[in-house]
């Protein structure tokens, strides 16, 4: 009987463990490059980086682009100023 109940623990535990492993797995599967890949840490640290780089340059085309149409704005409306007078 005793042997019985330590098999039913063992058994136990390793259900548990495995079904432990498995959750813990999933976590690690966030950093995964779409194709089941799991990226290593230097690999993770290299996506960011061209990912924010990627990000600046967006954000700093949208600035240029925002500036630009502002100038011709407050040239449009210059002129509808000046001619008006």
């Given at each position: 009987?005793?042997?019985?109940s330590v098999q039913?623990?063992?058994v136990l535990t390793r259900a548990l463990l495995t079904r432990s492993m498995e959750s813990s797995r999933g976590a690690?599967?966030?950093f995964s490059d779409g194709k089941g890949k799991v990226l290593s840490e230097e690999?993770?640290?290299?996506e960011n980086v061209y990912i924010?780089?990627?990000e600046r340059e967006r954000?700093?085309?949208?600035k240029q682009?925002?500036?630009?149409?502002?100038?011709?704005?407050?040239?449009?409306i210059a002129d509808k100023t000046d001619g008006t007078h």
């Open positions: 009987m005793a042997m019985r039913s623990q063992v690690t599967r966030y690999e993770r640290a290299a924010k780089k990627m954000l700093e085309k949208l682009k925002a500036a630009k149409e502002s100038a011709e704005n407050e040239k449009v």
